[in-house]
């Protein structure tokens, strides 16, 4: 477990890393990054499974916006939480796991995250 | 703590800790006597690092022992004069009223030794600005890893770091050996050995021999240049730096460095050619770097901008010196609390600079967009005095 907490929501799968510092924006959680395979879609409200961060360390910050301005995903799911990603999810409070295998998870999965517990289930 | 019977605030910060306390294999917490804190420029954090700190001071957070900040993007009194942009620093000025707001000391430097926070030997702290650790953990022989700015907040607030790395006797041997025969004689030279050497050796800990007689100025010249070109936060030179007598360099891989590299070290950090200003003090400079630099200009004329940064301490003691007066009167500037690396320069329609620090010269093609003149403070003068 990196931050605790339980969340039930809809899986958003990268198979890439996220960089939340010019890669998500903040005001809307849209992602923003040229190229990116998630690159026009919102994560409000969802499950965001990827691999692990990558980027600038402001990225933290820009993971607590998304809590503060109301458009944070549910909770994170990783392979390997990095400091980036594990330092914003405890800044904001948002559940996050790792040590998943998110091969088995597909875009549109119905996950339940019980992150006190570790364990991410898809209904 | 981590119960939040003390707030939301100390519950995740704390959160914070212990968790990178986990990821680095720390055995427990130990209480810190001084943090220093980094993200502080508008221009590295952003509105994201701004509506935080912001969020977070509103919230009530406090600091609980004496923590100091890394430098902003500007001068903080002087800011319009120097030409800073407007937007710009209002951003900035947010920015250091949520950090005054919990209780951090707004002398913002990455200097901190040089302006009220000096720890002592041994002594256990958290320090974000890479040169500031690396002068804090080889020159004094204080503790610290090279925390982020969000640990370092935590370790503010909460009083505590997680004990892994450099807070540990056995993380603290060198493993490579750094002879120099090449012969250092201006900070510049301490800078292209930092640069050359970071390069070499990553993260590693290098121990020095055929140094001899550095003063505080060129050691914080040597540990920012490896900090910037690699990520050394320790290094030991033999027979000056505290703890080199408690260590044991026997049959460790040697590097060489002569006047070659030196020399080829100066023609790679050399981008630019006719640089429009020219900028000292990164590190912030000392007072004995601004009295040379008021030395040198006593009575003569600047043809082209001159900045020296430092910490408003320093600028301070140079007022009273008459330093600033000097430096002023041939047409440069002491500029207080920023530097060029985390000053948007590249905005006030500079595209060439010209510095005599390893650090500096790393660092302005990237983050500033500049072609750089590196050279020592007599080289980098005659291209700009009348």
């Not at chain 1, 198979?15 to 190229?35: H, L, M, N």
């Amino acid at each position: 477990m990196i931050n605790p907490g339980k969340a039930k929501g809809e899986a958003i799968v990268s198979r890439e890393p996220i960089g939340f510092y010019g890669g998500i924006d903040a005001k809307t959680g849209v992602v923003i990054e040229k190229g990116h395979e998630l690159e026009g879609k919102s994560v409000k409200d969802k499950i965001l499974v990827f691999p692990q961060g990558k980027g600038s360390t402001v990225g933290s910050y820009v993971i607590y916006g998304l809590k503060k301005n109301g458009v944070a995903p549910a909770a994170i799911v990783n392979k390997e939480t990095e400091t980036i990603v594990a330092t914003g999810v405890i800044l904001a409070g948002i559940p996050c796991v790792d040590g998943i295998d998110i091969d088995k998870i597909k875009t549109g999965d119905k996950l339940k995250v019980d992150a006190d517990e570790a364990t991410v289930e898809v209904e | 703590m981590l119960s939040g019977e003390q707030g939301e605030v100390i519950e995740r910060m704390s959160r914070l800790l212990v968790r990178l306390g986990d990821i680095y294999g720390a055995d427990r917490m130990i209480p810190v006597g001084s943090v220093q804190v980094a993200g502080v420029s508008y221009k590295s954090i952003g509105d994201p690092g701004l509506e935080f700190l912001e969020d977070y001071a509103g919230k009530g957070a406090k600091v609980r022992i004496l923590t100091y900040l890394n430098p902003p993007g500007m001068d903080l009194e002087n800011w319009k004069d120097l030409g800073f942009p407007e937007d710009f620093a209002e951003k900035q000025m947010r920015i250091m009223k949520a950090f005054r707001k919990m209780g951090i000391i707004t002398t913002a430097t990455c200097t901190p030794y040089l302006a009220g926070n000096l720890p002592r030997f041994g002594e256990h702290i958290a320090w974000s600005e890479s040169s500031a650790v690396s002068f804090a953990n080889s020159v004094i022989g204080a503790r610290t890893n090279r925390e982020g700015g969000p640990s370092a907040l935590a370790a503010a607030l909460c009083g505590v770091t997680p004990n892994y790395g450099l807070h540990l006797d056995e993380k603290r041997k060198p493993n490579v050996v750094v002879k120099v025969s090449a012969d250092l004689k201006f900070n510049s030279d301490f800078g292209a050995l930092g640069y050359h050497v970071g390069k070499q050796v990553k993260k590693g800990i290098p121990y020095f021999r055929g140094i001899e007689g550095a003063n505080t100025d060129q050691l914080k010249a040597l540990g920012a240049a490896m900090a910037a070109s690699g990520a050394v936060a320790l290094y030991h030179v033999e027979n000056l730096t505290p703890e080199a007598h408690l260590m044991d360099p026997k049959g460790l891989e040697t590097i060489e460095v002569g006047e070659k590299e030196l020399k080829e070290t100066y023609g790679k950090l050399n981008t630019g050619k006719d640089p429009d200003i020219i900028i000292f003090g990164c590190p912030h400079a000392s007072l004995r770097e601004i009295a040379a630099l008021a030395g040198k200009l006593e009575g003569k004329r600047l043809k082209k901008p001159v900045w020296i940064c430092t910490s408003r301490v320093m600028r301070e003691a140079a007022n009273r010196m008459g330093f600033t007066e000097v430096i002023e009167k041939a047409g440069g500037k002491v500029v207080a609390d920023t530097c060029m690396v985390v000053s948007p320069i590249e905005r006030m329609g500079y595209k060439t600079t010209g510095v005599n620090s390893g650090k500096a010269a790393n660092y302005l093609p990237g983050f500033c967009k500049q072609e750089v003149v590196f050279g020592n403070i007599d080289e980098l003068l005659k291209r700009v005095l009348t």
